[in-house]
């Protein structure tokens, strides 16, 4: 019964359109109420599912991201991908992902991604012929290569519940978000060649390249400091995001003299806005799992699912596709908290590998954010567009079934997350 109380009304909640970072808090609430429980417990598991130094990342991250976007970096790393392939088919759509796949690795935020790449892409890919839908839905879904390739926030919210290493799953994210990139620029070539689309024929100069290459080098240091710093062991991923803040900040002031008072102020707001969300998920996330776990729910489930089956490759099946549904009506952090401490026991009894499952689950969540109903990188990309959801739509689905390509290949193929552990 506790758990038809959880569910169903989490369900409720979330039909009658209450903000999923509420419905959360509510449901864990009136489970409570129902097993007699005091809820005097609410408010210090609040506290203590925030109050953990990892977080801090967060937004560290979210605020190099936005100072590498106002201080002219992501402008000029478009502009060096534009000098190798703008002169191709479907050359500018491989700078869209090129692109995003650099600003992924300094942002960790997938939304973060579409609107500073896209922005500039977008309207150029409209410029040369490309279809707007397509353009969009080509940037939404580049967009959500922030979420796997490292840093990614959501690997770290992945970390901080399952209690894995941090800088292990950053390193296990890079194969699969290079992956995942090159898939959609093969298919971005085959689609622009049939259409049309892009590509005059003129290659940059060695010249404009060297220039461009000069120009851009400040942004090429970044993801270098960034994971370099992580990975040689020498910083935290905190004290790693932390020292991205004062990089981006003094590339942007001194390099590129493109950060002034008025868009640092709303770099600061944007961050302090989006932590704030993030946050707030968080809390109301974390009791909500405290309350599967303490109510017995987490375990009665994972037998449930340990009756159906025991075969692995039919779990991970499984497994994508409640990811994959999830991600299509809530944010990464709340779906994380909400079915990992199902999924992990479940994974540890048919021993998978946590790390391996921990990018499964982050390149499902990825694909989400292309997803409707939530889908919050289309959002972004269409209104930057200018287009319809219609139109989006109909150019992001090809991209979305050519995504499950790259998710099931890591899937089956465990190597291309662990390669580099």
């Not at 991250?61 to 790393?77: E, N, P, T, V």
């Not at 461009?212 to 990975?231: E, K, N, Q, R, T």
């Not at 993030?278 to 009791?287: D, R």
Request: charged residues 10%.
């Amino acid at each position: 019964m506790t758990e038809l109380i959880l569910f169903g009304s989490l369900a409720l909640m979330v039909f009658i359109n209450i903000p999923i970072a509420i419905a959360l808090g509510l449901a864990s609430i009136f489970t409570l109420l129902y097993t007699g429980d005091p809820l005097g417990v609410v408010p210090s598991m609040m506290q203590a599912t925030v109050q953990k130094f990892t977080l801090l990342t967060i937004p560290l991250f979210i605020l190099a991201g936005a100072l590498m976007d106002c201080g002219g970096i992501s402008k000029r790393l478009i502009n060096l991908a534009n000098c190798f392939f703008g002169g191709i088919k479907g050359g500018m759509g491989f700078v869209a992902v090129i692109a995003a796949m650099f600003f992924a690795a300094i942002s960790g935020s997938g939304t973060a991604t579409v609107a500073a790449i896209g922005s500039i892409l977008i309207p150029a890919m409209m410029k040369e012929g490309y279809d707007g839908g397509f353009s969009a839905g080509l940037s939404a879904i580049s967009g959500s290569l922030g979420t796997v390739i490292p840093p990614s926030i959501t690997f770290i919210i992945y970390g901080m519940i399952t209690g894995e290493s941090i800088g292990d799953l950053f390193f296990a994210g890079i194969v699969p978000g290079v992956l995942f990139g090159f898939i959609l620029c093969v298919y971005t070539y085959f689609i622009s060649k049939k259409k049309g689309w892009g590509g005059n024929g003129k290659m940059a100069s060695g010249k404009e390249i060297w220039a461009a290459f000069v120009d851009a080098l400040w942004g090429l240091f970044s993801p270098i400091i960034v994971l370099g710093g992580i990975y040689s062991g020498l910083l935290t991923p905190t004290e790693s995001a932390a020292v991205a803040v004062i990089y981006s900040f003094l590339v942007g002031v001194f390099v590129y003299k493109e950060i002034n008072l008025k868009n640092f102020w709303q770099s600061l707001f944007a961050t302090g806005k989006t932590t704030g969300i993030i946050l707030l998920i968080i809390m109301n996330a974390g009791i909500f799992s405290w309350v599967l776990t303490e109510q017995g729910i987490a375990s009665r489930l994972t037998e449930f699912a340990l009756s159906l089956t025991q075969d692995k490759i039919v779990m991970l099946l499984i497994i994508n596709i409640v990811f994959l549904c999830a991600g299509c009506v809530m944010d990464n952090t709340s779906a994380l908290f909400i079915l990992v401490p199902i999924i992990m026991p479940i994974a540890k009894a048919l021993d998978i590998n946590m790390i391996h499952l921990g990018v499964i689950l982050v390149l499902n969540l990825s694909i989400g954010q292309v997803t409707p109903p939530v889908g919050p990188n289309l959002y972004v990309a269409a209104d930057i567009a200018k287009i319809k959801f219609e139109s989006i739509m109909k150019g992001v689905t090809p991209l979305l079934l050519v995504s499950l390509v790259a998710l099931l290949l890591v899937t089956f193929i465990p190597s291309l997350s662990l390669c580099l552990l």
